[in-house]
């Protein structure tokens, strides 16, 4: 388990917005190759997704499923790793959206599930990458939003 907290200095709604965008993804997410919506319409609970990256020089695909939304200030995704490249283990990201003076909250909470034996060995290890990897993400979502 993990967390990250990052200050935006955007609106509430727009950070909401701006995280469930995957349009607009291309403009500032690392690596990424390119986003597949295995659904149509507005983002809701239940919407989902691949999203495929290139990491450590090699193509990786996971498969994301909204778990919960909460206008303007919850989002839950869920990565479910036997549906991807890694082909086991589950993630959990929550995303708590708050207003503190004239900046936006975003506190990212993170959970690895799933692994056994070695892999859980090995995913305690990795949850600090994930956590880098995390806050990157969100640093450049937070410099995408404040242009």
């Not at 990256?53 to 909204?66: I, P, Y």
């Not at 909460?70 to 929550?94: A, Q, S, W, Y």
């Not at 936006?104 to 599930?113: A, D, F, Q």
Request: charge should be negative.
């Amino acid at each position: 388990m993990f967390e990250v907290k990052k200050d935006f200095d955007a609106t509430q709604e727009e950070t909401y917005r701006g995280l469930l965008d995957l349009d607009s993804a291309r403009n500032w997410m690392q690596g990424l190759v390119r986003m597949e919506r295995l659904d149509q319409g507005p983002m809701r609970t239940g919407s989902e997704w691949r999203e495929t990256r290139k990491m450590f020089g090699k193509e990786a695909t996971e498969h994301f499923e909204v778990v919960q939304l909460h206008e303007p200030d919850l989002v839950v995704l869920r990565c479910d790793g036997t549906k991807g490249t890694t082909g086991k283990g589950g993630f959990l990201f929550t995303y708590k959206i708050g207003t503190a003076g004239d900046v936006t909250e975003v506190t990212l909470h993170g959970e690895i599930n799933g692994l056994t034996g070695l892999a859980k060995v090995f995913g305690k290890m990795m949850a600090g990458t994930f956590k880098k990897a995390c806050e990157k993400d969100l640093d450049a979502l937070k410099a995408h939003l404040e242009k």
